[in-house]
């Protein structure tokens, strides 16, 4: 006759958990909570999916509350007992680390980028701007578009351009940077840094910085707490995308990213002095908003993690958190985009080329 036994009842707590962590996905977690109701009872109560995510996400240690804003809480009078509420608050957390364990696993990677933040120094504005940075192209409508420092006869002081991300919670795994070619100068030089490093954080007042009307031409990094520094990566003198992958993905809570561009080598022939110019700047990351957003506590770096099932569920069946993405959305970019196109093809074209600006022209009307 077959004998069966769960084996969970009959293991001590520590041993039973260290067998269970050694599971590596909040889904397999799930699942084993399925089993029976003493293996969803052992699952939840050990909080197994919040050791997990603090395992692989150590930024997420910081996290004060979950909350479901969506959900339906209980009223306590209905509950019965402080301990029911307790229970209820468990599998709230069961909920929550599971999710967004899949979410920063699962969600597609793109360019987080949403704003320029800061710049430490420009050498004119706004013709210099790091607005400039935003946009892939080195010459947009016939103009040269790129950042430009100050000029420095030290060639050891840095600058830092600061950026602000999709989302307050952002899992970041690369940096990409063009430096600029100055074509319009004698031997086309590359005004790159030697070497870059990247930061990571929150700014000091949420409250304070969503009503801040900062020139980005000022330096802003007194208004950020930063969490997280990187290496230092070294940065070869071309004018091609340089992409910089972090040793590890970074949770960045709070949704700032610096870049601290570190020694000059290339003078301008006009002063003599050292500059640094940047023409293309993306961070390559999974935005987690509208699934997950955070609230932060001033100064103190504890947040309170909010999490959106539906939007959760809307973003795995894309695959993609970026609305903006989406086809149905972003019109009114995409026919600016087409005017541009058109603006800089009649500023180019030849007389005889009529024919093809009817052919562009046919072109916008399948738009």
Known sequence: MEIRLDFLRYLETDAAVNILACLDDTSDLIRASLVSHFWCDFVVSNGLCKQLCLRKFPQLANIAYVTEPSHKVKNPTDVGSSTSL???????????????????????????????????STDNYPEESINNTLDPRDEILRRFSYWSSKGQKNPDVPETLIYRLKAGICLVTEIGIRPFRAYFQNGMPIYSAKSVRFRMGYPKSPTEISNLDLPVQQNADEKIIWTYTSPVFPMSQENVLQHFRLPEPVLCIGGFVQLEMLGRVQTQEMDEKYYICVSHVQVIGSPLFPAFDVDIFESSGKFTLKYYPEALQRTMSTGNSDPSTDLTLGT???????????????????PDDDLNLIEWGGNMDDE
């Open 86 to 120: 307790q229970w209820e608050a468990l599998e709230r957390e069961h909920r929550v680390y599971g999710s967004i364990f899949r979410a920063l696993t699962k969600v597609k990677a793109i360019n987080c980028v949403a704003e320029a933040f800061g710049a430490s």
């Open 332 to 350: 009114d970019e995409r026919v600016w985009e087409h005017l541009e196109g058109l603006v800089e093809f009649l500023m180019q074209r030849n």
